[in-house]
């Protein structure tokens, strides 16, 4: 299956964001692809991260959600939706959710972002607390899909090898990451925690993020990437907005899973 990871510079206007996510849909389904993943916080990159509360949606409700439906029908294409601020039990607060919908525009999956970035980065002068206007979830999640069983991951969460093995424990065989890295340690980490989590888990990892400068005057990283299960990068997107593409071969990995059984070998 031949699947697209989404690279955006979105800002603070939620119409304009989804107008570049429906071109840059539209864009990857006549390429050909089914299923297209997008950068995680697609619909908006507020300049205040309190601000992202005035925009939470309930599940299957609000106008981020019915864009994501109708354009999943008309692009006859699976959505991995990054994330979308989704109303949590506290006020002021929102969960960083991801939707998956189906071509026919149904909603598959929602998960909602475990780990959250609070943290002073050495060096750089710079301090990130999520967790000021975002609040946690605590269930994984795995999705069947076309391209095979999607274990779902938001950013932060590729820091946490333990999720992973949740994830293929619970049978995943690829994973998403649609990100919004910092432009700092996206140069020191993007590239190997992704790869890692591809070997070590012998899954295909598609993590499209966003690039560029926003409101909020964080650079991100850009750099989305497509790996295979062996940890070769497929597809790369090093700036700007657009897309790669790459197949999802199932009989591959079925392969090096079973020829290189690391999985199976595990003692603890």
Same mark, same amino acid.
């Given at each position: 299956?031949? %699947?697209?990871? /989404?690279?955006?510079? !979105?800002? =603070? ?20 692809? =089914? ?5 995680? $916080? ?37 959505? %991995? =939706? ?14 960083? =959710? ?17 780990? +959250?970035?609070?943290?002073? +980065? ?9 967790? $000021? !206007? ?7 999640? %795995? ?10 991951? #938001?950013?932060?969460? &590729? ?8 994830? &293929?424990?619970?049978?995943? *065989?690829?994973? *998403? ?6 432009? &700092? ?6 590239? *190997? ?5 591809? /070997?070590? $888990?012998?899954?295909?990892? %598609? ?11 964080? !650079? *991100? ?5 497509? /790996?295979?299960?062996?940890?070769? #990068? ?9 897309? &790669? ?24």
């Amino acid at each position: 299956m031949r %699947v697209a990871a /989404i690279q955006m510079n !979105s800002g =603070a206007d939620v119409d304009d964001n989804l107008a570049a996510a429906d071109r840059l849909l539209g864009a990857a389904a006549d390429d050909g692809a =089914a299923l297209a993943v997008l950068p995680e $916080n697609f619909a908006l990159m507020p300049q205040r991260g309190r601000d992202k509360a005035k925009h939470a949606e309930r599940p299957g409700q609000g106008p981020i959600q019915a864009f994501l439906k109708e354009a999943g029908r008309r692009h006859g294409l699976w959505i %991995v =939706a990054g994330s979308i601020p989704l109303a949590s039990p506290e006020p002021g607060r929102v969960y960083g =959710a991801c939707p998956v919908i189906d071509d026919s525009g149904e909603t598959r999956a929602m998960y909602r972002k475990i780990h +959250l970035f609070d943290i002073d +980065l050495p060096d750089a002068n710079e301090s990130y607390r999520e967790s $000021n !206007s975002m609040y946690p979830g605590d269930e994984t999640v %795995v999705c069947d899909t076309p391209a095979g069983r999607l274990g779902l991951s #938001i950013c932060y969460d &590729v820091r946490f090898p333990e999720l992973y093995r949740r994830l &293929v424990d619970d049978g995943a *065989t690829w994973f *998403t990451v649609p990100a919004a890295f910092t432009a &700092v340690t996206g140069k020191a980490h993007w590239h *190997t925690l992704l790869k890692a989590r591809a /070997i070590e $888990n012998l899954a295909w990892v %598609v993590a499209p993020g966003q690039c560029g400068e926003h409101p909020d005057r964080r !650079s *991100t990283y850009g750099h989305s990437l497509i /790996i295979d299960p062996w940890g070769r #990068i497929l597809a790369e997107l090093e700036e700007g907005e657009g897309f &790669v593409t790459a197949t999802i071969d199932r009989e591959l990995q079925a392969k090096l899973r079973r020829d290189a059984p690391m999985l199976d070998n595990r003692r603890l």
